[in-house]
C-alpha cells in the first residue's frame, strides 16, 4: 500500500508540475466567485472577469479619459446629443460571428428592458437628467445614440465598469430569449473556458481576437492576450492568498495591504501601486440632534490629524483628500485639499461654542475591513484626545451597511466604491434626506451645482463646478473625506506587463509570464 | 431492530423541526439584509426594494418560514440568493468534499489513536503511557487552524512538496487530488487522534480490570491474545462513540480547516452564506447538519450490539 501509495503521489506531482509547465497561465486571487455571466447580477469580481471576455463600445483609460474599445472612433454633433460610434474593423465574437451594430442594439435594449434590475438602468432612462432616446443602426459598423440633452457624464456611463454595458454575442440567449446559464460568447481577448463554481474560472487566448490601433491603457485599446491563459482563482482568505503567492501558486494578488510591502519585496515579488478612487470617510449623520451642530462638526474637523491617519493607513501610499475628487483625477489640484486644519486648541474653543457637555458620540465601524476598523480607532483616540466622548460600536459588515442604508448612525467608518468620474460620486452623497437615507450632504445649492456638473462639457468650467461643489463641502462639513484607498498589488517574480491603474482592475492582457 | 430504528427517526423528526425555527428565527434576528449586501453602495433608489421583492424578503416571516418548510417538504431547498444555485445539489456537492476529507481523517485517526491508547493503558502509567498521554494532549491542546497554517507552511511554502491552495475531486485526477487533501487531512488526523487515543486508553485501562480479563491471562494467554481478542471489543465500544461524535462534528465544524486551504466544502459554503446573509444557504445548510449529526448518532448506536452483545437495539 505504501507503494502505491508513494507512486501515485510521485505520478500526481509530475503531471502537476508538468502541466505548469506547458502552458503560460496567468494566476490571479479573486476573494470570491463570480455571480453569473449575464452581467446583470454583479459584483466587483463578476465585473473583473467579465470584461475579459466582453467589450463595450468605449473605455477608460489609465489617466480616467475615455477611449475606444470596441468602438474605434466615435463623432458627437455640434449639439452634442448625436454619439455616431464606429465598430471596430474585425471585431470578431468568439463564435466567429462578426460584430455588428444589430448586435449593440440588441444588447443595449436587452438592458434597458431589464429595468430597475440593471442597476445603471436609471443613469440613461431621464430620472437623472440623462435619457437614451434612440439607438440607430444606419449599417453594420455604425451605431448611433440619441440622447435627449448634451451630458458630460454619457461616455463615461457607457464606460462604466460596473454598469457591464458591454456588446455580447445575441446567441448567448436561447429561443425564450433568457441568457443561457453560464454561456459567455464575446469579442474580447480572453474566451470563457471553465467555470468550476467556488473553486475557479479559467479564461483562454481568442486567437480571433482583432486589437485596436490604439496602444493598451485602462479598459481601452489593444487587449491582446499574451498567456494563453488567466485563471482567476477564488480564495477567500486574505493569509491563504498571500501565502499561495509566497509559494508561486498565483501570479497576482490584488488589493494587497500596504503594510505588507516591504516583506513581498524581502521574497523576490513586485509591489504595484497606484493612487486609487475609493473614497475612505467618515460618515457624519447631520440629521442626528448632535451632529446637526455645524459647530459640533467643525471641532470635530479641527480635532482629526487627517494627514497622520492617511499615512499611517497607506504606509505613505496616500495623502489625505477630503473631496470627491480624487487624485488620480484628471480634475484634481491642491483646491480640493481645502479643509480644517487639525488643531486641537481650536476644537475646543469650538466645543464650548457648541455647548458640547461630554455627551456620547457613537462611531459605528466593523472587523471585517481592516481599514475602516483602524481608521475608526484611530479617530476615536484623536476625538478622546481633545474632549470628545467618542465610543466605537463594532458590527458586523452586514448590520454596518444596514445602518449605512437607513441612515441610523453618529458617525461611521466607511468604504465607498470606486467611482470614474467625481460627478458619479458627488451624485452618490447628495440628496434629500428625507426620502433617501443613504444621502450624506442634503443641500440644494450643491444638488444643482452636482446636476451643472453632469451637463457641462468643457473641461476647466466643469473643474470649476467642482471647486465650488468643494468648497461648500468644506463648509457644511457633511462627510470627512480621509483618503483614497491607494491601489497595491502584489506580482510573482515571473511576470511582465502586469501593471496597476486607478480603476483598481486587473486585465490579464498584455501580460506575460516566464 | 427495525422498530428501534423507526423510534429513533421519529424523535430525530422533532429535533429537525426545532432545528429549523430556530435557524430561521435567528438568521432573520441578526441584522443584515442580503439584498443590501448584494448591491452595496451602489444600489440606485427603487433597486433595493425591487430586489428584496424579488427575493420574497417583502413578506411577513411567518409566511417566508411557511413557504421555505413546505419547500423542504417536498425537496426543495430553495435557491442560493447570491450565486442562484439550487441549494441542494450545491449543498450535496460540497458536502462530498467535506465528507471525503473528513472520513478519510477520522479513518487514519482511529488508526492511530486507538491502538495508541491500547499500548498506553497496556504500559500504564510507564514511559510508553507517559509518552502517549503527553502526546495526546499536546495535540488536543492545539488549536486546528494554527496547526493547518504551520503545516501550511513549512510543507507548502517552505519546502514547496504540496500545494497551498485548491482542491482536485478524485473523480478528475486522482493523483491531484491525493495531494490536495494531504495537508487538511493530516491536520484533521493529528488534532483528532489526541482525543480518541485518551478515551481508547481509558476504556481500556477499565476494561483491563475486569475479571474475565484476569481469567483470560490466568489461563495463560499471550498479552497480545488478551488485549486485542479480548479487551479490544468491549474497549472500542465508548471509543466508537467518540468517534461517532468526532464525525459528526467534523462534517458540521469543518470550516476552519476548509477556511485555511480554500477547500470548497460545505462548512465555506455555510461561512460564505452567513457573511452574504445567504438565508437558503445557511438554512439549508444547518438543517443538513443537524440530520447528519442525528443520522451519524444513530449510526453508531445501530453498531453498538455488534460490539457490545448486551447492549440491545
Same mark, same amino acid.
Given at each position: 500500500m505504501n507503494r502505491t501509495f508513494l507512486i501515485s503521489t510521485a505520478l500526481a506531482a509530475g503531471l502537476l508540475f508538468g502541466a505548469a509547465a506547458q502552458a503560460a497561465t496567468l494566476n490571479i486571487r479573486i476573494n470570491a466567485d463570480i455571480?453569473?455571466?449575464?452581467?446583470?447580477?454583479?459584483?466587483a469580481n463578476t465585473d473583473t472577469v467579465l470584461h475579459h471576455i466582453f467589450e463595450t463600445l468605449v473605455g477608460f483609460r489609465a489617466d480616467l479619459s475615455i477611449g475606444p474599445a470596441l468602438a474605434e472612433a466615435w463623432t458627437v454633433s455640434e449639439d452634442g446629443k448625436t454619439y455616431t460610434f464606429t465598430i471596430r474593423?474585425?471585431?470578431?465574437?468568439?463564435?466567429g460571428d462578426p460584430v455588428t451594430s444589430a448586435d449593440v442594439k440588441w444588447n443595449w435594449d436587452r438592458r434597458v428592458a431589464t429595468g430597475v434590475e440593471w442597476f445603471c438602468n436609471a443613469f440613461f432612462?431621464?430620472?437623472?437628467?440623462?435619457?437614451? =432616446?434612440t439607438v440607430e443602426t444606419p449599417d453594420p459598423r455604425t451605431v448611433v445614440f440619441r440622447i435627449n440633452e448634451p451630458s458630460a457624464l454619457f461616455l463615461a456611463q457607457l464606460a462604466?465598469?460596473?454598469?457591464?454595458g458591454w456588446v455580447a454575442s445575441?446567441?448567448?440567449?436561447g429561443p425564450d430569449g433568457k441568457w443561457i446559464a453560464d454561456t459567455a460568447i464575446g469579442s474580447g481577448s480572453f474566451k470563457l473556458k471553465e467555470w468550476v463554481k467556488g473553486q475557479y474560472i479559467t479564461l483562454e487566448k481568442f486567437d480571433g481576437y482583432a486589437p485596436s490601433? =490604439?496602444?493598451?491603457s485602462g479598459y481601452a485599446g489593444d487587449r491582446t492576450a499574451l498567456v494563453d491563459e488567466a485563471k482567476f482563482m477564488i480564495i477567500p482568505d486574505t493569509s491563504a492568498a498571500e501565502t499561495a503567492l509566497f509559494a508561486g501558486e498565483i501570479d497576482v494578488l490584488p488589493n494587497?495591504?500596504?503594510?505588507r510591502m516591504e516583506d513581498a519585496k524581502s521574497r523576490g515579488l513586485k509591489v504595484l501601486t497606484t493612487a486609487g478612487l475609493s473614497l475612505t470617510p467618515m460618515l457624519i449623520?447631520?440629521?442626528d440632534p448632535l451632529m446637526s451642530n455645524v459647530k459640533l462638526r467643525q471641532a470635530i474637523a479641527h480635532a482629526i490629524d487627517f494627514e497622520q491617519i492617511a499615512a499611517a493607513r497607506t504606509a505613505g501610499l496616500s495623502a489625505f483628500n477630503p473631496s470627491?475628487?480624487?487624485?488620480?483625477?484628471?480634475?484634481?489640484?491642491?483646491?480640493?485639499?481645502t479643509w480644517p486644519e487639525y488643531n486641537p486648541e481650536a476644537a475646543k474653543t469650538l466645543l464650548a461654542e457648541a455647548g458640547y457637555k461630554g455627551e456620547v458620540i457613537k462611531i459605528q465601524t466593523n472587523t471585517r475591513y481592516q481599514g475602516m476598523y483602524e481608521n475608526s480607532i484611530l479617530v476615536q483616540a484623536m476625538l478622546a484626545a481633545a474632549g470628545i466622548n467618542a465610543e466605537l460600536e463594532v458590527l458586523d459588515w452586514a448590520a454596518q451597511l444596514d445602518n449605512y442604508l437607513a441612515g441610523k448612525f453618529q458617525m461611521q467608518s466607511f468604504g465607498y466604491s470606486a467611482r470614474l468620474d467625481p460627478s458619479q460620486f458627488y451624485g452618490v452623497i447628495m440628496g434629500d434626506k428625507t426620502v433617501?437615507?443613504?444621502?450624506q450632504w442634503d443641500n440644494p445649492e450643491a444638488w444643482q451645482l452636482y446636476i451643472k456638473s453632469t451637463k457641462t462639457t468643457d473641461f476647466e468650467a466643469r473643474k470649476a463646478v467642482f471647486k465650488e461643489i468643494h468648497a461648500l463641502m468644506a463648509k457644511d462639513l457633511p462627510i470627512f473625506g480621509l483618503y483614497y484607498e491607494p491601489v497595491v498589488a502584489a506580482v510573482g517574480a515571473?511576470?511582465?506587463?502586469f501593471d496597476v491603474w486607478a480603476a483598481d482592475k486587473e486585465r490579464a492582457w498584455g501580460v506575460k509570464k516566464n | 431492530m427495525v422498530r428501534f430504528v423507526l423510534t429513533r427517526i421519529a424523535t430525530a423528526i422533532p429535533t429537525l423541526f426545532l432545528v429549523s425555527i430556530a435557524v430561521f428565527a435567528l438568521m432573520r434576528m441578526i441584522p443584515g439584509d442580503p439584498a443590501a449586501l448584494m448591491l452595496g453602495d451602489l444600489a440606485q433608489p427603487g433597486q433595493l426594494e425591487a430586489l428584496r421583492h424579488e427575493m420574497g424578503l417583502d413578506r411577513p416571516i411567518a409566511l417566508q418560514y411557511l413557504y421555505w418548510l413546505g419547500d423542504v417538504l417536498s425537496g426543495d431547498f430553495g435557491q442560493s440568493i447570491?450565486?442562484?444555485?439550487?441549494v441542494l445539489p450545491l449543498m450535496l456537492e460540497r458536502f462530498s468534499v467535506s465528507a471525503t476529507i473528513v472520513v478519510v481523517a477520522v479513518f487514519f485517526a482511529t488508526l492511530i489513536a486507538v491502538p495508541a491508547g491500547m499500548f498506553a493503558a497496556w504500559r500504564q502509567n510507564r514511559a510508553g503511557d507517559i509518552a502517549v498521554i503527553a502526546t495526546s494532549t499536546l495535540l488536543l491542546s492545539i488549536p486546528s487552524f494554527w496547526l493547518g497554517l504551520m503545516l501550511l507552511l513549512i510543507?507548502?511554502?517552505?519546502?514547496?512538496?504540496?500545494?497551498?491552495v485548491g482542491y482536485v475531486p478524485f473523480s478528475r485526477d486522482f493523483g491531484s487530488a491525493l495531494l490536495f487533501i494531504i495537508l487538511p487531512v493530516v491536520t484533521l488526523v493529528l488534532v483528532e487522534s489526541g482525543s480518541i487515543t485518551r478515551m481508547a486508553r481509558a476504556s481500556t485501562i477499565e476494561v483491563a480490570r475486569l475479571e474475565y480479563i484476569t481469567h483470560a491471562r490466568a489461563k495463560g494467554l499471550p498479552e497480545s491474545t488478551v488485549m486485542w481478542r479480548h479487551a479490544f471489543k468491549n474497549a472500542f465500544a465508548p471509543t466508537m462513540t467518540l468517534i461517532g461524535l468526532v464525525l459528526g462534528s467534523l462534517l458540521a465544524n469543518i470550516a476552519v480547516i476548509e477556511m485555511v486551504f480554500t477547500i470548497p466544502g460545505l462548512g465555506r459554503l455555510l461561512v460564505d452564506g452567513i457573511y452574504a446573509r445567504d438565508y437558503p444557504i445557511v438554512q439549508g445548510c444547518m438543517l443538513f447538519t443537524a440530520f447528519l449529526y442525528v443520522l451519524v448518532n444513530l449510526l453508531v448506536d445501530l453498531l453498538y450490539p455488534l460490539l457490545d452483545p448486551r447492549v440491545t437495539a
Open positions: 455571480r453569473g455571466t449575464e452581467g446583470i447580477d454583479r459584483d474593423e474585425g471585431a470578431t465574437f468568439h463564435n432612462d431621464g430620472s437623472q437628467g440623462l435619457k437614451v =432616446e462604466n465598469i460596473q454598469c457591464n445575441p446567441k448567448n440567449a490601433k =490604439e496602444k493598451a494587497f495591504e500596504s503594510q449623520q447631520t440629521t470627491g475628487v480624487p487624485q488620480a483625477s484628471a480634475y484634481f489640484d491642491e483646491d480640493f485639499l433617501e437615507p443613504t444621502a515571473k511576470i511582465e506587463g | 447570491s450565486t442562484r444555485q439550487p510543507f507548502g511554502l517552505q519546502l514547496g512538496w504540496l500545494p497551498v
